[in-house]
């Protein structure tokens, strides 16, 4: 009892020579922990696994940072690929397409055949058909061509009703002289036809034919373009309604309206001529209407035609005013009936469709050599009827 301290303990293993570890450390941690042997023998386990996790979930961490790397690239260069890359292989979404700024706008393309007579100098076009054509939504669409060297000489096909993709297989006839065929060209005007408003331009081709080889047969599609920031000149429009009767044989010229006439025309009015197999068979006139370049004159006119000679008579109605040289010249005309071509052949084929209804429509006005030329050469087109 002379030194303080705790007394030696008899049960104690004495540590072995050469260690530094302290007498009873480790039994006396065991001793007062409170969990079970098994649970600290299970602990360096937990651990290990632990560790395992999240390196695991650091790899793949990383390896999906690498893969989608290549994505982001690829997605950051489809739109300057886009342009070079085909549809089959490379189709974007439609709004980036149309939203994306800088980029060509597409438009339709045209498929048509030219075949030239030295002998007649004569150049057949033949309209085949069109596909992808520029609207929003449908469409009703026709063609208009001429050549630059024929001033005034057009043909309009028929209109087509709801279809982007119109099947035309018309052929009309320009008679251009050899030596005046490196400077023609040649021009098709796609319009979307509209009853009651101007016909909205749709895609347009021009194309010179003194690039042409035109010793051959040639079949090809075209590529279309916008329409043409200024219109032609245009000589006045013609509002008319249109009905027939095949019980009475009863056809009802109603000539409603003209607008777009020129300003210095005076006291217009309309002529109303009915022609039978190319040759004149009766005909009316409406009457002046003074100081108006839009003259409204709602006059009607009756004519008996039966329905066995339907299919052989053509309706002109020519726009005539005063000059200014005082005297009455034509303004215009317009052809209506099978020989007509275009949006009058589509209003006499409603008529005919449609009977006993009254169905009206604007006319642009041709140029009154066109009109006569036009009843002159074209044939006649068999028309189905409606059969009282």
Not at 190 to 207: A, I, N, Q, V
Not at 364 to 386: I, K, Y
Request: glycine share 8%; aromatic share 6%.
């Amino acid at each position: 009892r002379g030194k303080m301290g705790r007394p030696p303990d008899t049960h104690s293993t004495p540590a072995p020579a050469g260690t530094t570890a302290v007498p009873g450390l480790i039994p006396d941690l065991v001793a007062r922990t409170p969990w079970s042997p098994w649970a600290l023998a299970v602990l360096p386990l937990a651990a290990c696994i632990l560790v395992s996790c999240l390196l695991c979930a650091i790899c793949c961490c990383r390896h999906r940072r690498h893969r989608k790397e290549p994505r982001d690239k690829e997605a950051v260069g489809l739109g300057s690929a886009r342009s070079t890359t085909t549809t089959h292989l490379v189709q974007p979404d439609v709004d980036n397409l149309e939203s994306s700024p800088g980029e060509p706008q597409q438009w339709g393309r045209l498929q048509l055949s030219l075949e030239y007579d030295f002998g007649s100098q004569e150049i057949r076009v033949g309209l085949k058909q069109a596909a992808d054509l520029k609207a929003v939504g449908t469409a009703d669409p026709y063609a208009r061509v001429s050549i630059s060297t024929q001033a005034g000489h057009r043909h309009e096909t028929k209109v087509h009703r709801g279809t982007l993709c119109p099947m035309f297989d018309e052929t009309c006839c320009f008679h251009v002289p050899q030596a005046e065929l490196p400077g023609a060209t040649l021009q098709v005007q796609l319009l979307d036809f509209k009853c009651f408003s101007g016909h909205e331009p749709l895609d347009t081709l021009s194309l010179p034919l003194g690039t042409v080889d035109l010793q051959h047969i040639l079949e090809h599609w075209y590529q279309l373009g916008p329409p043409g920031t200024t219109e032609p000149e245009q000589t006045g429009e013609l509002w008319v309604s249109l009905q027939y009767v095949p019980g009475s044989g009863r056809l009802s010229v109603v000539v409603l309206e003209a607008r777009g006439l020129g300003p210095g025309l005076r006291e217009p009015y309309v002529k109303v001529q009915l022609m039978l197999n190319q040759k004149k068979w009766k005909k009316r006139k409406t009457s002046a209407r003074k100081g108006s370049a839009t003259p409204y004159f709602n006059e009607a006119f009756t004519f008996l035609v039966p329905f066995s000679q339907v299919q052989s008579v053509d309706l002109v109605l020519a726009v005539w005013a005063r000059g200014l040289h005082f005297r009455a010249e034509p303004v215009g005309k317009v052809l209506l009936g099978v020989r007509a071509s275009g949006q009058p052949l589509q209003h006499w084929a409603d008529m005919l469709a449609h009977a006993r209804r009254p169905i009206a429509q604007w006319h642009r006005l041709q140029p009154a050599r066109e009109v006569d030329h036009a009843l002159a050469l074209h044939p006649r087109l068999h028309l189905p009827l409606l059969h009282s």
